[in-house]
């Protein structure tokens, strides 16, 4: 009776160096397929990626750094494909926070300026935007968009960076579909057009007073700042 060993080789730890003799590179190796963490160095020994390796392929944490080691990239992998939360950062802070799932863009995504105030808020389904999507400005969202399967799908609205509405536009199937209105700083309707499947029916048409809907100006003003939050 014969037995076979059926244990795995063991895992070896590779090391590289550069030119002068320098440490470069650490990283795990078993049967010739990167198996475990893998480290790359600067030429002052500062670290410039972490990484996970499972059966050659990423799988886990992954931290990018700049040769002064301020924190470029932060993300998480699985099977070799982005999987969970990825950040990404300037200067040292936050520039932007993604979620993923299986290498698609899945959920909700943020960016951020320098100011550490938000810029952009996004939420992706599979790989798609689906749902609203906000661009800001000081923290001040200037315009709003409603998206379907990665189609703009809604009404997108246009504001001015004292909250007043400017234009909003109706779309369908990521096409102009609908009465699309210009807005005065009184918040009332200046001017509209219609359209139909993407194509103008008509110029744009100037409303008069009577032809915009009954308002108050100060109070719609106010209300439609809270309605953007």
Known sequence: MHSSDTSLPEIQIMEELDEAGRLSA?????????????????ADGEVLLQAEFR?????GSLRIHDEFGALLRVASYAEGRLHGEA?????????SRQQY???LLHGPCVAYAQSGLE?????YLMGRLDGMAEYLQDGVVVRRESYRLGLLDGETRDYAADGT????????AGVLHGIARRYAPDGAALAERRYV??????????LEPA???????TFGARLEQWIRG
């Open 87 to 95: 950040l990404s950062y300037r200067d040292g802070k936050l520039a």
């Open 55 to 59: 059966q050659g392929r990423l799988s």
């Open 26 to 42: 650490r990283s795990s190796w078993q049967a010739g397929v990167a198996q475990g963490p893998m480290t790359r160095y600067g």
């Open 119 to 123: 810029t952009l808020r996004q939420t």
């Open 101 to 103: 799932e299986l290498g």
């Open 211 to 217: 032809d915009s809907e009954p308002s108050f100006p």
């Open 197 to 206: 499947n993407g194509a103008p029916e008509q110029p744009w048409r100037r």
């Open 165 to 172: 509405l400017l234009a909003a536009s109706p779309y369908r």
